[in-house]
């Protein structure tokens, strides 16, 4: 097992990432279970970006906006499981201050595309259900593609405000980060520079780029409710919010646990439920997306049935 070094100096060069240290009787299993997510997570979301490409019956807009969750989780999941394989497997890990400044650098970036698509799917069905005539005219291709690239700048701009800022620190010891992962508060913990400035930069970029995009949503999704409130059928109204419900449980499963490790303390009992909660976010969320996408969509569902009957006439 690889020796985990603790530096109690100035100018700290590596960072140890303790992980689950109370579940090290357990690590075996914990392995397995971590490993067996990743691939499933893998797998299912590439799954839903090549139905989505080569399908004549996912090309709507909807579909294409998928496709990009399922882009951004496998991203997400690439960034935390792999380090936390290794974490749980020898019991921690010693990284760099930059790798861990880098980690933390892609995290965010895939954090802040993810909120901002959640964003623009909400729009899409706000349209969808709300002005109907007027959504082939606004959600297009074009429109999907500039959002998208607009999505992707945005976040890669915005994300590297923090670790550049992060950089400019002077950090000391000990070098020790009680986290699975390298996250902004447990990285600011071992400077010994002012952070407020940092910190109250971060409040203003969670303001415009999490806090705002979440507001829009619940405004999306108020109009879409009374939408459907005033269509005289039961039939009508279930078939009508059926078409959103998938991203309604995608992003109260997203904003929830986020808003919950956030705002709740870190410290004693709290600072175990904090990990728990970021890994359901960072590990279990991109696992659940696919699933909630392909398992309660007619369509998806039709494709990979006509896919698996192809599939089984071959073999």
């Known amino acids: 097992m690889k020796k985990l070094t603790v530096v109690y100096k100035n100018n700290i060069t590596s960072v140890v990432l303790l992980g689950f240290p109370n579940l090290k009787h357990i690590k075996v299993l914990n392995?397995?279970?971590?490993?067996?997510?990743y691939c499933v997570t893998i797998c299912g979301n590439f799954l839903v970006m090549a139905l989505s490409l080569l399908s004549k019956n996912l090309q709507s807009p909807m579909y294409f906006f998928i496709s990009q969750l399922s882009l951004f989780d496998i991203m997400l999941s690439t960034v935390i499981l792999p380090n936390l394989l290794y974490i749980v497997l020898y019991d921690g890990c010693t990284m760099s201050l930059t790798g861990c400044i880098t980690q933390f650098?892609?995290?965010t970036t895939t954090?802040?595309?993810e909120c901002l698509l959640l964003t623009v799917m909400s729009y899409d069905r706000y349209l969808a259900i709300y002005k109907p005539f007027h959504y082939n005219s606004i959600i297009n291709r074009t429109f999907c593609i500039k959002t998208v690239l607009i999505i992707w700048l945005l976040g890669i701009k915005i994300t590297l405000i923090n670790p550049i800022s992060m950089s400019t620190l002077e950090y000391c010891g000990p070098n020790i980060i009680d986290h699975f992962y390298c996250d902004f508060e447990p990285i600011l913990a071992l400077s010994c520079s002012d952070t407020s400035w940092i910190n109250l930069q971060t409040i203003l970029l969670?303001?415009?780029?999490?806090?705002?995009p979440f507001l829009i949503?619940?405004?999306s999704y108020i109009y879409i409710a009374a939408t459907v409130l005033k269509i005289p059928s039961a039939t009508g109204r279930q078939k009508a919010f059926s078409t959103?419900?998938?991203h309604l449980s995608v992003v109260s499963i997203f904003y929830g646990t986020i808003i919950v490790v956030y705002l709740f303390a870190k410290r004693g009992q709290m600072h175990v439920m904090s990990?728990?909660?970021?890994?359901?976010?960072?590990v279990i969320t991109p696992l659940l997306n696919?699933?909630?996408y392909t398992f309660r969509n007619k369509e998806f569902k039709k494709v990979l049935e006509k896919l698996l009957s192809k599939s089984s006439t071959f073999w």
Do not use: D, N, R, W
Not at 206 to 212: L, Q
């Open 217 to 219: 949503i619940i405004l």
């Open 31 to 37: 392995f397995i279970v971590l490993l067996a997510i």
């Open 275 to 282: 990990k728990l909660l970021s890994l359901f976010y960072t």
């Open 105 to 107: 650098s892609f995290f």
């Open 111 to 113: 954090e802040t595309c």
């Open 244 to 246: 959103c419900s998938s």
């Open 206 to 212: 969670a303001f415009f780029f999490v806090a705002v």
């Open 290 to 292: 696919p699933m909630i």
